[in-house]
T-cell receptor, first 114, second 118 residues
Framework: AQKVTQTQTSISVVEKTTVTMDCVYE???????LFWYKQTASGEIVFLIR??????ENATVGHYSLNFQKPKSSIGLIITATQIEDSAVYFC???????????FGKGTHLHVLP | GALVYQYPRRTICKSGTSMRMECQAV??????VAWYRQSPQKTFELIAL?????????EQNFTQEKFPISHPNLSFSSMTVLNAYLEDRGLYLC??????????????FGEGTRLSVL
């Protein structure tokens, strides 16, 4: 079965600090993509960053980076220098290379406090 | 840039009635469009994948009889929720992959249509 699990339902941090959100996944596919999306208060789903399963280097985009630990089936999202506007629900997702379906986790609600 | 625009953003319908939602790809050609539903509990379900000039593939628990989809060209898709009931409430998202971009592996989503059923 394919599954994405985010165990942290809610995290609160003080702005300008670094936060890590956890995600583990299950798949029998040898090749897959891992994504993180952010859902704003309005409901908009915004794509943040992607990790290809065959790449060893951790992806980095702006102040988002990933901690990809393939043997542990883990893909953590790291946000450095958090800002108030980073407050949102963050979803981890996976898509096998040869499939169109994206499987989402249940989300982690990040609260960035002043 | 590429955008996915969904209309309406919010809608309310009476139980047993139907409601149509639209998805527009702006700035790119949406060969395939995937319709998802996010429940009030935030979980996502794939409803169907629609590809121009090809049969629409519905996921288990979703049918054409309940969620008919039209995808007449590379920039537009629509889906109707027929005979809506409470369990159909949620945020309906349209997602499309943008060809020719570095991040074409991740669907680009619209802002969704939030359906409430009375």
């Amino acid at each position: 079965a394919q599954k994405v699990t985010q165990t942290q339902t809610s995290i609160s941090v003080v702005e300008k600090t670094t936060v890590t959100m956890d995600c583990v996944y299950e798949t029998r596919d040898s090749s897959y993509f891992l994504f993180w999306y952010k859902q704003t208060a309005s409901g908009e789903i915004v794509f943040l960053i992607r990790q290809d399963s065959y790449k060893k280097e951790n992806a980095t985009v702006g102040h988002y980076s990933l901690n990809f630990q393939k043997p542990k089936s883990s893909i953590g999202l790291i946000i450095t220098a958090t800002q108030i506007e980073d407050s949102a629900v963050y979803f981890c997702a996976m898509r096998p290379t040869n499939a169109y379906k994206v499987i989402f986790g249940k989300g982690t609600h990040l609260h960035v406090l002043p | 840039g590429a955008l996915v625009y969904q209309y309406p953003r919010r809608t309310i319908c009476k139980s047993g009635t139907s409601m149509r939602m639209e998805c527009q790809a702006v700035g790119f050609q949406a060969t395939s469009v995937a319709w998802y539903r996010q429940s009030p509990q935030k979980t996502f379900e794939l409803i169907a994948l629609s590809t121009v000039n090809s049969a629409i593939k519905y996921e288990q628990n979703f049918t054409q009889e309940k969620f008919p989809i039209s995808h007449p060209n590379l920039s537009f898709s629509s889906m109707t929720v027929l005979n809506a009931y409470l369990e159909d409430r949620g945020l309906y998202l349209c997602g499309a992959r943008v060809p020719g971009t570095d991040n074409n592996q991740a669907p680009l989503f619209g802002e969704g249509t939030r359906l409430s059923v009375l």
